[in-house]
């Protein structure tokens, strides 16, 4: 079976589970709004499970989001009326709570690597099921609540430090379902609290309401934080097309310059050595065919030497932007002032790109815009790059339309940026540019 | 027509491109330099520099085994101040800072190599 067909069965179990966990529920006499809550927190796991699931196959998380909704219903068939089933639901009614535990923290990546994470996995799913195999022999349930209220209060915890410990890219992911999580988790908290006092469910019944609807916050969470996940995925992936693409161009550079080049640089001397040999009283039609050979020849390895330097500037790789963005500034059409330029090196895909965003932009300045001066800033400032080109030109530059322009949007996006445009008409240029210095967020650490 | 032998300052070509030290050569021996060794990377060329003591080295800036404003900063290190000229067939606006602070005599693109080229650098250096 395809997966895709899996998760739709799976979905379709889900649906059929619930609903006669509900029928269960309210013929046993609860109340039927609770009841119709209960149902929608649980297929809210199952649906959103499965859904982040096929947006990421790979990741168990989703797996563990689906089972926690499936077992959401377990405890209800502890009403069934049919012995075996009822003890059975007894037995397995914490699988959700197990399972949950073991969502949250295995959120986002699907692993639960750190030891306390597991021991506490483990405590869990064993201790649960131990205490209610006891509660079905004894009838006891407070070791079953005791145990409860020390894991929910060790999540609890546990789940808002991981938050406050991980960087600032991560936060984006771990934000939506942890929040949902701490607040939820106080009040499955209090609920537990409320039946170890004894307090009747209907007397608390606007708590245990607060915790169901704090538990139905959680899927939404994950869900919204799978979003975040797979946007990430998806910038991760563009960053890494960008620098491998920059690699090669790197390579194809060296390659140039150590074979080509070498051999045109190498013969053109040799044609002066020629010249230097046939001395003053040579044939002058022989010197000046040697002459216009040579003229040819240097035009060949400017270009060449043109050609190499537009693959992959050679000075990027050697200096960094403070190398080659005055370099840059030299060889522009227009007179252009380097106003400021970041001393160290940078990872290479951001010193890439901004090369390229200057190089375009006094390109364009150059071609476009009649400018007289140009300026030219880097700087750097809250784990940013920030670019600024200007031009005291025609303005009338827009982004949305000039090519060029369009291809450095793009590629400023690529590695997780921004680039904008302000050219007025008449107003002269002002293209800015913001590259994150951290391109790839799976890259930013682990929580 | 050959210049007396002790009056041609004396040279030492290093680069990894033998095609290009073969053409050097004879231009600048042309041009009336002794081009006293070769070396064909950062290595041979501080054994041929200990060996032969030229008066000036001709220095690729691109070697398998490092680059050559190490080699100058190494000679410099030691204590010797040959005059270096620096050359690649890659621009000099690719090496711009690192001349800024190098104490190299100064930097040749390899298209325009010339003994001309070199003696206006010594003379510069002096």
């Known amino acids: 079976m395809e997966t895709r067909q899996i998760r739709w069965a799976i979905g379709l179990f889900g649906i059929l589970f619930g609903a006669v966990a509900v029928a269960i529920q309210i013929e046993h006499g609860s109340n039927s709004d609770r009841a119709l809550i209960d149902f929608a927190v649980g297929e809210t796991y199952v649906v959103g499970g499965l859904y982040a699931w096929g947006r990421q196959p790979a990741n168990r998380t989703w797996k563990l989001m689906t089972g926690t909704g499936l077992a959401w219903f377990i405890g209800d068939y502890a009403a069934a009326g049919v012995p075996v089933i009822q003890q059975l639901a007894i037995l397995f009614a914490d699988t959700d709570a197990i399972l949950l535990v073991a969502l949250v923290l295995a959120y986002p990546e699907g692993r639960v690597e750190a030891a306390f994470d597991r021991a506490v996995l483990v405590i869990n799913a064993v201790g649960l099921t131990a205490t209610n195999a006891l509660f079905l022999v004894t009838g006891a349930s407070a070791p079953n609540l005791v145990l409860g209220l020390a894991v929910t209060f060790t999540v609890g915890v546990r789940v808002p430090l991981r938050w406050l410990r991980a960087p600032r890219a991560r936060r984006r992911i771990l934000g939506p379902p942890l929040l949902a999580v701490s607040i939820t988790l106080f009040a499955i908290g209090v609920a537990i609290v409320v039946r170890l006092l004894g307090i009747s469910e209907d007397a608390a019944s606007a708590i245990l309401s607060a915790r169901d609807i704090g538990v139905l916050a959680i899927p939404i969470g994950f869900v919204v934080g799978s979003f975040q996940l797979v946007e990430d995925e998806l910038l991760s992936s563009r960053a890494r097309i960008v620098t491998a693409a920059d690699a090669e161009r790197r390579r194809i550079e060296r390659d140039l310059h150590d074979g080509a080049q070498q051999r045109f640089v190498a013969l053109s001397i040799a044609l002066r050595v020629v010249r230097t040999r046939l001395g003053p009283g040579a044939r002058t039609d022989v010197t000046s065919a040697l002459d216009a050979a040579s003229d040819e020849l240097k035009a060949g390895i400017e270009e060449l030497r043109e050609l190499a330097r537009g693959i992959h500037p050679a000075v990027l790789t050697d200096e960094g932007l403070a190398g080659a963005i005055p370099a840059l500034a030299e060889r522009s059409g227009i007179p252009t002032r380097v106003l400021a330029v970041p001393d160290g090196r940078l990872p290479p895909p951001v010193e890439a790109t901004a090369y390229f965003v200057v190089s375009e932009a006094l390109t364009n300045a150059a071609k476009y815009s009649g400018a007289t001066h140009a300026s030219v800033s880097a700087r750097l400032g809250d784990d940013m790059l920030r670019l600024k080109v200007a031009d005291d030109g025609v303005g009338g530059a827009d982004s949305s339309i000039g090519t060029g322009l369009v291809g450095l949007v793009d590629r400023v996006a690529a590695v997780g940026g921004r680039l904008d445009v302000v050219s007025p008409a008449g107003g002269g240029t002002e293209i800015s540019a913001v590259i994150p210095l951290v391109i790839d967020p799976a890259l930013s650490g682990n929580g | ?69 190490a080699l100058v900063d190494l000679l410099e290190a030691d204590g010797f101040r040959p005059i270096v000229v620096l050359t690649s067939s890659r621009d000099v606006g690719t090496y711009r800072r690192r001349l800024e602070r190098s104490r190299a005599a100064g930097f040749i693109v390899k298209d325009e190599l010339s003994g001309g080229a070199i003696r206006a650098l010594m003379e510069s250096a002096r």
């Open chain 2, 1 to 69: 027509m050959e210049p007396e032998r002790t009056t041609l300052p004396t040279l030492l070509i290093v680069d990894d491109s033998q095609a290009f030290r073969v053409q050097a050569r004879s231009l600048l021996e042309a041009d009336g330099f002794a081009v006293i060794a070769e070396a064909a990377d950062l290595a041979s060329a501080l054994a041929a520099w200990e060996e032969t003591r030229p008066q000036l080295v001709l220095l690729d800036v691109n070697l398998p085994d490092g680059n050559g404003f």
